[in-house]
Every structure is written in C-alpha cells, then in structure tokens.
Nanobody, 122 residues
C-alpha cells in the first residue's frame, strides 16, 4: 500500500528527492514518516509529518532534509540536500497513528513501503 521511489547513487553534497505513494488507506488521516537502515545497522528514524502538519526530524538530518506531503496525490516526499556518505541506507516510508512520544519508533507505524536504496559516495 506504500510504494517508495527516488533512490539512487549521488556524490557527497548532492541532492535526492524520495517519493512514497499510498493506496488503500485514508492518506490524509495518517502520520507519515521516513526511516532508514544503514548497512549492518538497525532501522532508524529520519523524519515524520504529523497528520496535523507538524514535522519532526532526527538530529542527524535537521537542516538538510525536508519532509512534505501532498494529500491530493496521496504522496509523501523526502527532499535530501547536502547528502553525506553516512546517509547511505535503504530508506523506507511508513504510515501510522503513533502517539507523540512514539513518533520516532518503527513499531508505531502500521504501513511500510518496500524501501529504496540511497548511496552517497565520498
């Protein structure tokens, strides 16, 4: 029900914009998030967009990444600028109804996309 796209290979300092289209759910009623899983590491929080519009970011991406959504297109985006090699990971979009204190917790999200690989070369 979530389909992520937009990953690829980019040089450090470059930009990418990920997209995640949703189907089969009332998109506007869900908090949407992006998580990532670096090679050999656990899945980690990147950003989320509360269904009321408030955004949250991991400290490591603040000022570089921007999450946004288009409810008319049932799509959430992650614009990534000034990419660093440590941003290399499989990026997953997620949708759910987390409580505020769990907004960065993967288990709080019900729906997951298949992941898209972002590789940042130095």
């Amino acid at each position: 029900q979530l389909q992520a796209s937009g990953g690829g290979l980019v040089q450090a300092g470059g930009s990418l914009k990920l997209s995640c289209g949703a189907s089969g759910l009332t998109f506007s009623g869900y908090t949407m998030g992006w998580f990532r899983q670096p090679p050999g590491k656990e899945r980690e929080f990147v950003a989320s967009l509360w269904r009321g519009g408030r955004t949250y970011y991991a400290d490591s991406v603040k000022g570089r990444f921007t999450i946004s959504r288009d409810n008319a297109k049932n799509t959430v985006y992650l614009e990534m600028n000034n990419l660093k090699p440590e941003d290399t990971a499989v990026y997953y979009c997620a949708g759910g109804l987390p409580i505020m204190s769990a907004i960065s917790t993967p288990a709080a999200y019900r729906y997951w996309g298949q992941g898209t690989l972002v590789t940042v070369s130095s």
